[in-house]
C-alpha cells in the first residue's frame, strides 16, 4: 500500500517527503501540519522500536483512502491499538491526514463483536 508501512511501521523519516506534500493538513491536534508533524509522530518511537501494521480493510472513494489496522509497536509485547487512518490525495501525494485509534482490551467487551 504506497508507503504506509516504509513512512509508518518502519518509521522512515525520508519517506515522508516521498508520499506527504511539504505543507499536507494534519486533523491530529497533537501533531503539527507538514513533514514536521510527521517526523514528531515518528519520532515518538525511540530505542528502535517499529510498529507492525496488520492492514484489514482499505477503501477509496475519489481523492480519499481509508485504511483500518491493527497496530503493534514491537516495544510493548502485548498491547495492539485498533486505528482507522483516512487520507486525501492530489497529485499523488497525502495533503490531508485524519485518524481515530482505541486500544484493543482483551475480554472486556460488552458484546460479541471482534475489532475486525
Known sequence: MWGFQEVFGE????AVEKYFEPNSIEHNPLFEDGWAGIRDFISMFTGGNKCVFDIKRIS???DLVWIHTKLHDTGKP???MNIMECFRLENGKIVEHWDAAQPMVEGQSKNTHPYF
Open 60 to 62: 477509496a472513494e475519489g
Open 11 to 14: 518509521l522512515n523519516p525520508e
Open 78 to 80: 502485548g498491547q495492539f
